[in-house]
């Protein structure tokens, strides 16, 4: 079976979440891989969500909000400007691709625009694969015997 | 009478939390009065086979310091567990992974190629590396397994209560025990399951008299390369300060010496990853809307997953770096 990337997208309420909308509505066809998550701006996004949406399987995390400038908020999306280089470097730093983190501006009438961008990451994401993590959950090693091992002649350098 | 029981262990521990408990001064004869200790690696010669010939529940208060990283700890961990009526993770290692957590930044292979082969003061041509099982002619000689990944006291074992610092501050463990002598003593409840003992829920820069005003920052820079204003907010100043990030409780002892909390009393409860939510705090005192300058700001930054994580890297959402 094929790779079928999980991508999470936070998606503002006033510009991109329309923008999505309005693909929907006009029909345009895109892949079903982004899981849309609706948040009231793109300044809303914290590391903390990112890192969350790995932990519970997400291949990648695109987050779309208005153009800057449009803000419903007026500096929302300055926040996530400044959050996502930090964002971005943790990640990394973790041993994820950085790539799969995506921060892209869409506004409300940009609904072709949206569809662009969800098939190329999705196609992007799929050439990279899955992201699995491990140890995420602690989980017991097996009981070792301590006696089970016949003396052999082997030196021990200490 | 008999008296109630105490146990004292360090797993994965350097020792701090032991001397801390001993640092509280003549309040240690109250301990040795009110509780009979029962096991302490640190301070008494009691063995493992001592708590094994226990019976469950005897102990009455285990104070657990140091994280899970090898079978031993493991093994004590469950043992202790067993045994105890409270068990209680002491100090940030029990509680976070703190900084032998900082090995999930590696895992056994590349830490033992380093500590055994590679690093500049280490002579060791027959490239020596401890196994856990060596046959020898009387028969097998096992020390504990090392894990490639560190946890936390609690994600191996049921915990009880936690109490915070690397290690916690004597007044807060003074705080701590006598509450708990007089709660034994008149029969009182105890506090629920999963309290946070000797700290508080606000965070350290509540505790902190520097002035803050606006955080404006160009440049990051490390303790070293400036000398701070005593009086004004250390982010402010651009040095990295968890304070934002890190729970109440030690009285900001380090901000107010100068220096930058470090984020050893762990995250508040309505935090759920103590690094992400100081990487939203970094990221809220940039001052620049362009992305390259931006980019510049956050390069200025030479370790982030160690400063954001240094005390706190197993109890992450991600509880490791992928290697
Ligand atoms: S919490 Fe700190 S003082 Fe306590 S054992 Fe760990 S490193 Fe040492
Ligand atoms: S960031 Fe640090 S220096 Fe600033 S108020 Fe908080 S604890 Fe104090
Ligand atoms: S200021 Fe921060 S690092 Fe220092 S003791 Fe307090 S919590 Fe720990
Ligand atoms: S409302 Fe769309 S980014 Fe702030």
Same mark, same amino acid.
């Given at each position: 079976?094929?790779?079928?990337?999980?991508?999470?997208?936070?998606?503002?309420?006033?510009?991109?979440?329309?923008?999505?909308?309005?693909?929907?509505?006009?029909?345009?066809?895109?892949?079903?891989?982004?899981?849309?998550?609706?948040?009231?701006?793109s300044g809303?996004i914290e590391a903390?969500?990112?890192?969350?949406?790995?932990?519970?399987?997400?291949?990648?995390?695109?987050?779309?909000?208005?153009?800057?400038?449009?803000?419903?908020?007026?500096?929302?999306?300055?926040k996530c400007l400044r959050r996502l280089p930090v964002i971005?470097?943790?990640?990394?730093?973790?041993?994820?691709?950085?790539?799969?983190?995506?921060?892209?501006?869409?506004?409300?009438?940009?609904?072709?625009?949206?569809?662009?961008?969800?098939?190329?990451?999705?196609?992007?994401?799929?050439?990279?694969?899955?992201?699995?993590?491990?140890?995420?959950?602690?989980?017991?090693?097996?009981?070792?015997?301590?006696?089970?091992?016949?003396?052999?002649?082997?030196?021990?350098?200490? | 009478?008999?008296?109630?029981?105490? @146990?004292?262990?360090?797993? @994965?521990?350097?020792?701090?939390?032991?001397?801390?408990?001993?640092?509280?001064?003549?309040?240690?004869?109250?301990?040795?009065?009110?509780?009979?200790?029962?096991?302490?690696?640190?301070?008494?010669?009691?063995?493992?086979?001592?708590?094994?010939?226990?019976?469950?529940?005897?102990?009455?208060?285990?104070?657990?310091?140091?994280?899970?990283?090898?079978?031993?700890?493991?093994?004590?961990?469950?043992?202790?567990?067993?045994?105890?009526?409270?068990?209680? @993770?002491?100090?940030?290692?029990?509680?976070?992974?703190?900084?032998?957590?900082?090995?999930?930044?590696?895992?056994?292979?590349?830490?033992?190629?380093?500590?055994?082969?590679?690093?500049? &003061?280490?002579?060791?041509?027959?490239?020596?590396?401890?196994?856990?099982?060596?046959?020898?002619?009387?028969?097998?000689?096992?020390?504990?397994?090392?894990?490639?990944?560190?946890?936390?006291?609690?994600?191996?074992?049921?915990?009880?209560?936690?109490?915070?610092?690397?290690?916690?501050? &004597?007044?807060?463990?003074?705080?701590?025990?006598?509450?708990?002598?007089?709660?034994?003593?008149?029969?009182?409840?105890?506090?629920?399951?999963?309290?946070?003992?000797?700290?508080?829920?606000?965070?350290?820069?509540?505790?902190?008299?520097?002035?803050?005003?606006?955080?404006?920052?160009?440049?990051?820079?490390?303790?070293?390369?400036?000398?701070?204003?005593?009086?004004?907010?250390?982010?402010?100043?651009?040095?990295?300060?968890?304070?934002?990030?890190?729970? @109440?409780?030690?009285?900001?002892?380090?901000?107010?010496?100068?220096?930058?909390?470090?984020?050893?009393?762990?995250?508040?409860?309505?935090?759920?990853?103590?690094?992400?939510?100081?990487a939203t705090?970094i990221a809220s005192?940039i001052?620049?809307?362009?992305?390259?300058?931006?980019?510049?700001?956050?390069?200025?930054?030479?370790?982030?997953?160690?400063?954001?994580?240094?005390? &706190?890297?197993?109890?992450?959402?991600?509880?490791?770096?992928?290697?």
């Open positions: 079976m094929s790779f079928e990337p999980k991508i999470i997208g936070f998606l503002c309420n006033w510009c991109s979440y329309t923008g999505a909308d309005l693909a929907g509505t006009a029909r345009m066809k895109y892949p079903a891989n982004l899981r849309a998550i609706r948040v009231m701006c809303r903390g969500f990112i890192l969350d949406a790995f932990r519970n399987g997400a291949d990648a995390v695109l987050i779309c909000g208005c153009h800057i400038g449009d803000c419903h908020y007026s500096e929302g999306n300055h971005k470097k943790l990640v990394e730093q973790f041993g994820i691709d950085p790539e799969r983190v995506r921060l892209e501006w869409v506004s409300a009438s940009e609904g072709d625009r949206f569809r662009k961008i969800v098939t190329e990451y999705t196609e992007q994401i799929r050439k990279l694969g899955p992201l699995t993590l491990r140890d995420l959950d602690f989980e017991p090693p097996p009981e070792v015997e301590h006696d089970e091992v016949k003396p052999k002649e082997e030196v021990c350098h200490v | 009478m008999s008296k109630p029981k105490l @146990a004292v262990y360090w797993a @994965a521990s350097c020792g701090g939390c032991d001397i801390a408990i001993l640092d509280i001064e003549e309040k240690i004869l109250d301990v040795a009065d009110f509780f009979d200790v029962v096991f302490w690696p640190c301070a008494f010669d009691f063995k493992y086979d001592d708590v094994r010939r226990m019976a469950d529940k005897e102990i009455t208060l285990t104070l657990f310091n140091g994280s899970i990283r090898n079978t031993e700890n493991y093994e004590i961990a469950k043992l202790l567990r067993e045994k105890s009526v409270v068990l209680c @993770a002491f100090g940030s290692c029990a509680s976070e992974g703190c900084i032998p957590g900082l090995a999930n930044l590696h895992d056994r292979q590349s830490i033992f190629e380093y500590v055994y082969k590679d690093s500049p &003061s280490v002579d060791n041509e027959q490239d020596v590396v401890p196994q856990s099982r060596t046959p020898v002619e009387e028969g097998v000689l096992t020390i504990p397994e090392m894990w490639d990944t560190v946890h936390t006291l609690g994600q191996v074992v049921d915990v009880d209560y936690m109490i915070p610092g690397c290690p916690p501050q &004597s007044d807060q463990i003074i705080a701590v025990v006598s509450t708990i002598i007089d709660i034994l003593k008149n029969g009182k409840e105890l506090p629920p399951k999963g309290s946070i003992l000797g700290a508080t829920d606000k965070s350290c820069c509540d505790e902190c008299s520097r002035k803050r005003d606006v955080k404006k920052i160009k440049k990051f820079v490390r303790p070293f390369e400036i000398i701070p204003d005593p009086d004004i907010c250390l982010m402010e100043q651009g040095i990295i300060c968890m304070g934002p990030a890190t729970r @109440a409780g030690c009285g900001a002892k380090c901000v107010s010496a100068g220096v930058p909390c470090r984020g050893c009393y762990g995250k508040t409860s309505n935090v759920r990853d103590q690094g992400a939510k100081m705090a005192v001052d620049s809307i362009d992305p390259d300058e931006i980019q510049a700001i956050v390069d200025s930054i030479p370790d982030l997953i160690g400063t954001c994580y240094r005390f &706190s890297l197993p109890d992450s959402m991600l509880r490791r770096v992928q290697v």
